[in-house]
């Protein structure tokens, strides 16, 4: 039997009718309910969050549109039956999977026509790109939304006071005091006995009066809140996917009984952050200063945050790079840390309506507005940088001074606003040119830069993740960036070398969920997802990482980098030959050493326990790698120095390509070539453990009683 599925048209068509029947804005509060809370006990953990991964619940963009279509007449009021409200719910599940399957056509045809085609690449071409566009995991978390919205929008407070009657950091009081009354209410009406189908409704309704007195502000600055995000249309221009729902603007219903639906925090917040440069742009007298401060919100957020891990002196702001007379490029936000660059381009660019629609031209050309032309002058910026004529000053005139050997330069696309399906564009679109030294892009939007500080709140870290992640740039796929870095967390972005593509799913990301909740909204649970920043704790290797974080030494960094890249075992590996030569240093005071192989085996690190540490010892290491390296013929190979206490002490780095050597080929012809790390470690806790001696045997503390008259005793 075959199915026949109606087109997307005709199912809008139907959500039309039921959004407009009697009492559906009961369903939608029930469906809000169904589908937004979460459940928790003593703490908030991951398995609280998974069904809000889950395929079976309505997302975010799917009861937006619901409302959308519902408030194209003013909102019915009346009370259904509890069978009536049953069969609203039941009836709009079935159609929203009957739209996701409508939207989904146009992509499988496309897939299905690559499958043939000698050009696949154009899969995902104008309407096939709709479905990830609107079913995409969302941009940001609320709280970020609600937080970076006044940073955003704090230098435009005088024209929000004349014009609205409210600052920016009032706006987000209210904004608070809802979602908040919203939590209270809803948990005390869990009840949904047939008797109380009113109370469905008592969490999303508000009045001024009653978010007044949870503010502590004056009803007037309540009411002017209400005023600028209140829908006063009746959204008669919503009439397909992709078409403005003013709802997304103004989440805020009126109900006609001098109150007010908000059916979700998301909403609110996500309002807050993007309508009013909306606003400001109607105002012809302030529409350049209002497009002045959004362009530069993106640059100043780059440049705190990055300057809370690699210090303000190294982080640099709206940096021209002058070729003679000329300049050659300006980096919106310029980082050189040891001998590496991080270069950032940040855009105030939307995806406009007509991409979201699927035209496909609007879509490419939004999309180069966006993350091309940031890439493009980001590149530009890393070669003019390179090639050595350059000189570089910053936004307040000063000379920059660049490192005399550079390795890596990153580059960064950066965007301030949601830009939905964004990490699949850029594996679609993008088109990039990769160096030895300039490495792929990391796109991405404010709200991962958040994250990713947050995290991973040292240059090492965040080094180490930027480096993984652009090296695995095309054999990862995911609907968000988020996923792929809760995926980091969790095992450090290894990925199976069998495979030359790795699938990411949302559910990914709970553990990075609940330590972001925890974090920014005081949810009690566990501030950091368990994997590479739990699994080492209270090791002498997680010691040993802990003192090169920091270091601003391209050895000591570059000697870090590859500790991180390795998997958990081999770090464990590390850990046991540690523990071992720290101990037989400290019991008999001399040097002791232990080396160990990179997942790749081309790469090798000689642990080194000095208790006297000096030129000599350097000297001395320096060789012992250097024998190792060409032995392996190995491409890098680093020495690290540590104290019989674990403290670092130097470290050495040695990376250039194996080449046949005759001198070095006769200092090496009678050395052994080194066994597993595997085989040396149990040699090395051999030699530890506790040595038997004969009760008549001559005491081994040399006080030539026998043992059992000495330290036997």
């Known amino acids: 039997m075959v199915v026949q599925y109606r087109s997307e048209e005709e199912v809008v068509a139907e959500l039309m009718r039921l959004t407009a029947q009697p009492g559906y804005v009961y369903a939608l509060a029930t469906i809000c309910h169904r589908d937004d809370l979460v459940m928790y006990g003593d703490e908030l953990l991951a398995e609280n969050l998974e069904r809000l991964r889950g395929t079976e619940r309505l997302i975010r963009t799917e009861i937006t549109t619901l409302l959308g279509l519902m408030v194209r007449q003013p909102i019915d009021l009346q009370q259904p039956t509890v069978e009536q409200l049953q069969e609203l719910v039941s009836r709009t599940d079935a159609l929203m999977s009957e739209l996701h399957h409508a939207m989904n056509q146009p992509s499988m045809a496309s897939i299905l026509a690559a499958s043939s085609s000698q050009n696949p690449d154009e899969v995902w071409q104008g309407a096939a790109m709709r479905e990830p566009i609107f079913y995409g995991s969302e941009s940001a978390y609320p709280f970020q939304y609600r937080d970076l919205f006044v940073e955003k ?34 948990n005390q009406t869990p009840s949904r006995a047939p008797d109380r189908l009113g109370d469905i409704l008592l969490p999303y309704e508000f009045t001024a009066q009653a978010v007044a007195e949870r503010s502590h502000l004056t009803l007037e600055i309540v009411e002017n809140v209400f005023r600028a995000l209140t829908l006063d249309s009746t959204n008669d221009q919503f009439r397909e996917i992709g078409d403005f729902n003013a709802v997304c603007a103004t989440p805020l219903l009126p109900t006609g009984r001098g109150s007010v639906l908000l059916f979700q925090q998301y909403a609110i917040y996500e309002a807050l952050y993007e309508s009013p440069f909306f606003w400001m742009i109607a105002d012809k007298t302030y529409r350049a200063t209002a497009s002045d401060n959004r362009g530069a919100f993106a640059e100043k957020f780059a440049h705190r945050r990055l300057a809370e891990i690699f210090g303000q002196g190294r982080v640099h702001s709206n940096v021209n790079i002058f070729d ?28 406009t309506l007509a991409a979201r629609k699927g035209n496909d031209g609007q879509l490419k050309s939004d999309f180069a507005a966006a993350i ?16 050595g004529r350059c000189h570089l000053v910053d936004s307040s005139g000063a000379e920059i001074k660049l490192p005399g050997v550079i390795k890596d330069v990153y580059p960064i696309c950066l965007v301030s606003d949601h830009y939905p399906a964004l990490a699949f564009q850029a594996g679609q679109y993008l088109k990039h040119i990769t160096t030895e030294i300039i490495r792929p892009p990391f796109v991405m939007d404010v709200f991962l830069l958040d994250v990713l500080v947050e995290m991973l709140s040292s240059p090492l870290r965040l080094l180490s993740y930027i480096g993984l992640r652009v090296a695995a740039i095309d054999e990862v796929m995911a609907s968000h960036e988020l996923t792929t870095l809760a995926f980091h967390l969790r095992r450090n972005l290894w990925l199976d070398p069998a495979y030359n593509m790795h699938m990411l799913e949302d559910s990914i990301s709970t553990d990075l969920d609940v330590a972001m909740m925890v974090r920014r909204d005081g949810f009690p649970g566990q501030r950091t997802p368990p994997g590479i920043l739990t699994a080492m704790v209270s090791t002498l290797y997680e010691k040993l990482i802990s003192q090169i974080e920091w270091q601003n030494d391209p050895s000591i960094i570059s000697l870090g980098l590859q500790l ?3 998997g958990e075992q081999t770090c464990r590996n590390i850990d046991r030959g540690l523990v071992a030569i720290t101990a037989r240093s400290r019991s008999d005071g001399s040097a002791h050493d232990f080396t160990i192989q990179g997942d790749d085996r081309t790469t090798g690190i000689c642990f080194h326990c000095n208790p006297f540490p000096g030129e000599k010892a350097v000297k001395v290491l320096q060789a012992h790698c250097l024998k190792r390296k060409y032995l392996q013929r190995a491409s890098r190979w680093f020495g690290v120095s540590v104290s019989p206490e674990g403290r670092l002490q130097f470290g050495v780095s040695f990376t250039f390509p194996w080449e046949k050597d005759d001198g070095v080929e006769a200092l090496v012809k009678d050395a052994v070539p080194p066994s597993s790390a595997g085989t040396a470690l149990k040699a090395l806790e051999r030699e530890m453990r506790p040595k ?6 001559p005491c081994p503390c040399g006080s030539d009683q026998k043992f059992k008259k000495c330290c036997g005793k």
């Open 153 to 186: 929008h704090a230098p435009d407070d005088q024209w929000l006071i004349r014009n609205k009657g409210f600052t920016s950091g009032q706006a987000q009081i209210v904004a608070r005091s809802m979602c908040a009354l919203m939590n209270i209410r809803v």
């Open 324 to 351: 003679g007379k000329d300049i050659a490029g300006e980096a919106d936000v310029l980082v050189i840390y040891a001998d590496k660059l991080i270069i950032v381009q940040a855009k105030a660019k939307k995806l």
């Open 372 to 387: 091309q032309n940031a890439y493009d002058q980001g590149y530009e910026c890393a070669q003019a940088i390179l090639s």
């Open 564 to 566: 991180l890249a390795l």
């Open 692 to 697: 038997k001696y004969g009760r008549n045997a």
